[in-house]
């Protein structure tokens, strides 16, 4: 009967870490999202308002995305393409109505 008992006590342990692994899982992935988006939100903020040099409008802005990706590429590594630059740009241009100096998403602040 002891057996059955620390056996049944095992498994209920295993269960529970297991458990516990995949709460702390989804709690980091969830934390991951949280600061991409943010990033790529003030990402695109800074490229629009270097685009924008304070005007309303900015100039036709390709180039600067090829500059920009570039010289990502060459400091942080792959990933940061025209395309993916053109999408944290749109990303800004549509969600743009967040104006205040600190960002927090979640817990994760970025000073502006």
Request: some cysteine; hydrophobic content about 40%; glycine content about 8%.
């Amino acid at each position: 009967m002891k057996k059955f008992i620390k056996t049944r006590n095992y498994y209920h342990l295993i269960t529970e870490l297991a458990f516990l692994i995949e709460q702390g899982r989804n709690v980091a992935v969830r934390y991951v999202n949280t600061a991409l988006v943010a990033t790529y939100w003030l990402m695109g903020r800074r490229i629009v308002e270097y685009e924008q040099k304070g005007k309303e409008r900015a100039e036709y802005g390709e180039s600067l995305l090829k500059r920009i990706s570039d010289d990502l590429t060459k400091q942080v590594g792959k990933g940061w393409g025209e395309p993916n630059l053109r999408a944290v740009r749109q990303f800004y241009l549509i969600y743009g109505a967040l104006k205040n100096d600190t960002h927090c998403v979640a817990n994760i602040c970025f000073k502006i």
